[in-house]
């Protein structure tokens, strides 16, 4: 564990945040666009309803 090494001090590191916030942002809005794709598909039913009737139907 002794090659461990500092991070950068300057604009280098501060460019290299901007980069990672401006990436995790990206990916949290896709991340949530996706998550309301998938809910938004089901059109408010559950996995009970969406599965085959039910024996008493029909008869």
Same mark, same amino acid.
């Given at each position: ?11 280098? /590191?501060?460019?290299?945040? *901007?980069?990672? #916030?401006? %990436? ?12 309301? /794709?998938?809910?938004?598909? *089901?059109?408010? #039913?559950? %996995? ?12």
């Amino acid at each position: 564990m002794t090659g461990r090494t500092t991070p950068p001090k300057g604009p280098a /590191a501060d460019s290299r945040k *901007d980069r990672l #916030k401006a %990436a995790l942002k990206a990916n949290m809005a896709r991340r949530k666009a996706q998550a309301r /794709a998938r809910a938004g598909t *089901d059109n408010g #039913k559950t %996995a009970d309803e969406t599965q085959a009737p039910d024996k008493n139907e029909g008869s």
